[in-house]
């Protein structure tokens, strides 16, 4: 989605990034919808920790005092730096409405034991912060991009960077006619995403 994302809009506001270099040891999945909703995936030795903010949610720890109760209490320590980590708190305030882990070796995800607030179809925001994860279809990301960038978005390059092939000249220009390669590689080296060499690439 980074890639994808790079291409159609390479120098404006996007929603999905990847890092895979955020550490030494960690990479990371974000989502900035330029609204103040936003996802962290931290990707690590110990496993995997996933946190949400929906701005909006009833469960927002600005308008109940710090972190809606449940939401962190139980995260494992090999996870606390992800819960404290500057990038993901407002002066110290841990900025989460949704909260899960996987350590490695686990057989599932975990989460907190949370009493949701009544009335509310999505209280922590997590179905819809997470939707294209949910559904990780290049159909799914191609409605996004076609609402989010109102342009024709061609399914079948959507198809080839999902399935992780190398960028080309021919897929970048298939996506996005005023873009060149070159000019998301930088992007593609960060993210860890294949680039295909040669001058017919």
Known sequence: MAMLEAVLNPSGER?????????KTEEIASMRNGSGDE?????????????GFDHESPMSPYGNDGPWPGVIDSVPE???GCVEEP???DDGMPMVTACL???????????????????????????????LLIDPTPEAFQRFAEDYYETEVDIDVVRHVYAGRPLSHGVVSALNAGVSLPEVA????????PVMDGPTA
């Open 87 to 89: 990038a993901f708190t």
């Open 101 to 131: 882990w996987r350590e490695t070796g686990d057989d599932q995800w975990r989460a907190g034991e949370i009493d949701f607030p009544e009335g509310h179809a999505d209280p922590d925001g997590s179905g819809w912060l997470f939707q």
């Open 186 to 193: 930088d992007v593609a080296a960060q993210i860890g995403y």
């Open 39 to 51: 996802f962290d995936i931290v990707f690590s030795p110990a496993g995997s920790y996933v946190r």
């Open 15 to 23: 929603y999905y990034f990847f890092s895979a270099s955020w550490s």
């Open 78 to 80: 090999v996870f606390r």
